[in-house]
């Protein structure tokens, strides 16, 4: 018995539609961000950007000077992967800011990555707290770890938010060694924040990451100014 097939073209649609999901995945954007507002106005790449972001964090500007010197350094590192296609983020220095909880260092992240797309350069990235990332890796039924550990290992430019706010075990501190020594060896960009001193991050995350940080982190050092209370008192 021959049963109907679909027509060719629909099918061709299907695939075309399941690239786009996949590379709008990638890239961190929430589809539904998209049918919105499709139709007529022109969708630019910061505001697909922006379409993935928090809320709290879609209009923040990266000022820091050693923030901007950073995006300047990755700018110039990236790589076309063809004529005439836009340059995208590949290797780079990472920065470990740190700072007071509520001293900007989220904000600087988030607005750093605005300031590499404003810059022009195509940017696959991911932002993750420490704790939410450990959470996502428990081994679990059911569940791939692995991969999504090599996932956030390979993410052209992750942010790390608030390392060493977790509770610290053996399971974290092998964890954050195994992503950190990959990042570490494929050059990869990351930022990543922190509210503990120098040794205290030490003593949280273990040797071998603090030495691999030390080498491929620029130390951003952040005002002691909670600005989430200074608001609030405004
Ligand atoms: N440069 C800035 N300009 C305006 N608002 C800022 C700036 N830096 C931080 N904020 C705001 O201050 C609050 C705390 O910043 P955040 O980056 O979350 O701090 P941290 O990550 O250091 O705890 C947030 O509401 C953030 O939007
Ligand atoms: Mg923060």
Redesign the pocket.
């Known amino acids: 018995m021959r049963t109907r097939t679909r027509e060719p073209q629909t099918l061709a649609e299907a695939g075309a539609l399941d690239r786009l999901a996949r590379i709008l995945a990638a890239r961190n954007i929430d589809p539904a961000a998209l049918t919105a507002s499709n139709e007529s106005v022109p969708y630019s790449p910061l505001d697909a950007l922006v379409a993935g972001m928090p809320p ?2 879609r209009g ?2 990266a ?1 820091h000077p050693q923030v901007l010197a950073w995006c300047r350094e990755v700018a110039a590192q990236a790589i076309a992967p063809g004529t005439g296609a836009r340059r995208q983020v590949a290797t780079g220095p990472s920065l470990l ?1 740190a ?11 988030y ?1 750093a990555v605005r300031a590499l797309v404003g810059a022009g350069v195509g940017v696959r990235w991911r932002a993750t707290t420490a704790a939410d990332l450990y959470a996502e890796l428990r081994p679990r039924a059911g569940v791939d770890s692995e991969r999504n550990l090599t996932a956030v290992a390979r993410v052209p430019l992750l942010i790390l ?2 390392l060493g706010a977790a509770k610290a075990s053996e399971w974290v501190e092998e964890i954050t060694y195994r992503l950190v020594n990959r990042r570490y060896n494929q050059c990869l960009p990351t930022l990543i ?1 922190s ?1 503990l001193a120098i040794s205290a991050l030490r003593a949280h995350v273990g040797d071998r990451v603090a030495s691999r940080l030390a080498q491929m982190t620029t130390r951003v050092e ?1 005002a002691p100014v ?3 209370r200074t ?1 609030t008192a405004a």
Do not use: L
């Open positions: 709290r964090y923040a500007a000022d800011m700072g007071v909880v509520g001293a900007g260092k989220t904000h600087q992240a607005g938010d608030d924040t509210n952040f909670d600005r989430r608001r």
